[in-house]
């Protein structure tokens, strides 16, 4: 039975879990944060102040964004980690009915300690989009630029600059103008920044696309600073969804169709050719696609595309360049992970996804001890850390550099 008008949904926050056995060093490379209420005060120009984005309560209690006169719920799939699962819906939640490791970075390290990851990137929430998406399309372009730095600047000096040593500084880029975006990607570099959030396909959101020059100072600009370009699932709106009315386990269950779609793309606009140093990871897109991809593509290449290839690099194939310009990463350790020498050992990633309905927390460790049993030593140490450390430039202490450990060993904090 729906709720009467006006009352909401319950919501509880269970108490922390145990702390988990930590058998394994991880960094997780697709996490998400909750912006908080405060980020844009004192961050945005005195004449975009009073326009920036606010938290405010609407007469039912919820909470929700408000920018340039459209309202952004806290979508309560968004952050449901220690909240028991009969409670889970697409209700609105408040920020006191999240767990503060959410919005909060510091409480975020401690519910990464409970969990034993020792290093997260993050992704944006929904008042800024999986890749800066609303600031760039904002009615004002002025304020749209003044929010997506200010949203920069609260990565840099609050979230992942109170904890460099495990949060990963991933930044928005403004979509409207390469030439801003690839200046801010080369000053963010400067102060720290590793990643970059981009839509998987801009032309979904009516952007010129990859087949295209018009990225191409972006993409210099990545490739000249090691910045990785981060292609998370679902940034540019678009889904492998056709069907109205169909329910959202449809969405989810074809999330790795979007990491397909994006690779393919991406390759056949040839962006690996033309910029052979620069990184692309495919976040939350899993690998079971990568085997897929790769035998079709090879097969295309023997059949169909004989006299016709698109592709323009003499030195190396599509599925080299796939498996060297780009990185996979997984929440889920299936069977295609037999197959993981066909994709490339060396460029597979795991990833927590906290705090979504998705994420694994608090039971990274123990889903890792059972997925990765059988799994040699030496490829276990590559994609539980390795792999990430060496792609996002991130350190890991000499004492963590080992596939196994027992849990006093993994005492990092």
Request: aromatic share 10%; net charge negative.
């Amino acid at each position: 039975m729906a709720p009467a008008e006006n009352t909401r949904y319950q919501t509880t926050l269970l108490p922390d879990p145990p702390a988990a056995a930590r058998s394994y060093t991880l960094i997780s490379v697709d996490d998400h944060l909750v912006e908080p209420r405060h980020l844009f005060e004192g961050r945005v120009p005195a004449e975009h102040a009073e326009h920036a984005p606010r938290v405010i309560e609407k007469g039912d209690g919820n909470e929700i964004w408000v920018y340039e006169g459209r309202r952004y719920p806290q979508v309560g799939l968004n952050a449901v980690a220690g909240r028991p699962k009969e409670e889970w819906s697409m209700e609105p939640a408040r920020f006191d009915e999240m767990r503060p490791g959410c919005y909060d970075s510091d409480a975020r390290v401690a519910d990464m300690d409970l969990d034993g990851v020792y290093a997260s990137l993050c992704f944006p929430s929904l008042i800024a989009g999986f890749a800066g998406t609303v600031f760039s399309q904002s009615k004002n372009p002025n304020l749209g630029l003044a929010c997506l730095r200010a949203w920069n600047d609260w990565m840099h000096e609050e979230w992942a600059g109170s904890h460099p040593d495990r949060l990963i500084a991933n930044q928005l880029t403004w979509l409207c103008d390469p030439a801003i975006a690839a200046a801010d990607v080369r000053a963010n570099a400067a102060r720290g920044f590793k990643a970059l959030s981009f839509p998987e396909n801009p032309v979904d959101l009516g952007m010129p696309s990859m087949h295209t020059d018009y990225w191409d100072p972006l993409l210099t600009a990545c490739e000249e600073t090691e910045t990785v370009l981060c292609l998370h699932n679902a940034s540019s709106s678009w889904t492998a969804v056709r069907s109205p009315g169909a329910p959202l386990e449809l969405y989810t269950t074809l999330f790795p169709v979007n990491a397909l779609v994006a690779a393919a793309d991406w390759l056949w606009a040839g962006v690996p050719t033309r910029f052979p140093k620069l990184r692309i990871a495919l976040s939350e897109g899993g690998i079971a696609w990568v085997p897929m991809l790769i035998d079709r593509i090879e097969y295309v290449l023997e059949h169909s595309a004989t006299g016709l290839s698109a592709w323009r690099d003499p030195n190396r194939s599509p599925t080299d360049a796939l498996r060297e310009n780009f990185w996979f990463c997984t929440i889920d350790i299936g069977s295609t992970m037999a197959l993981r020498d066909h994709i490339g050992v060396d460029h597979i990633m795991l990833e927590t996804d906290y705090p979504h309905a998705d994420s694994t927390w608090p039971d990274t460790q123990s889903l890792l001890r059972r997925g990765l049993a059988d799994i040699a030593d030496d490829e276990v140490r590559a994609m539980t850390w390795e792999n990430a450390s060496r792609l996002f430039r991130h350190e890991v202490p000499s004492e963590l550099r080992f596939p196994k450990h027992s849990e006093t060993d993994l005492a990092w904090t």
